[in-house]
């Protein structure tokens, strides 16, 4: 998904797999992408359609979405769905710097506005 939503535009199946190949690291074949593309279109990710003999990804879920999907799982699952669980592992797990400690409080300020 990353690299669809890093297209900024519907993304033909061939510039996906020379992005996957490039930028990740992948080396998957056509058919495997395609294949990809219908398991995410099934989920309600992306819809795919032909432009003549091409197949494109078209975005209906943005990347805000789903990490928001993916984090309330990942809390439900890990931390009881407790937010302070969660973000007493993710400090536990990665220092941060001033400049996001700034951010976070003015983040949680903002939920008592």
């Known amino acids: 998904m990353k690299a ?10 061939g510039d996906l797999t ?14 495997t992408v395609r294949t ?4 995410l279109s099934e989920k ?18 943005s990347e805000e979405e789903y990490r928001q999907k993916l984090l309330r799982e ?18 536990s797990a990665s220092k941060f710097s001033k400049e996001d400690l700034e951010e976070i409080r003015r983040i949680i300020d903002a939920l008592d506005d």
């Open 4 to 13: 669809i939503w890093d297209a900024k535009e519907d993304i033909c199946v």
């Open 18 to 31: 020379e992005v996957l190949r490039v930028r990740f690291g992948k080396d998957y074949a056509a058919q």
């Open 36 to 39: 990809f593309l219908i398991d």
């Open 44 to 61: 309600g990710y992306i819809e795919t359609y032909r432009k003549g003999k091409l197949s494109y990804a078209h975005v209906l879920k």
């Open 74 to 91: 990942e809390m439900e699952f890990w931390d009881q769905g407790r937010p302070a669980k969660l973000v007493a592992a993710l400090s």
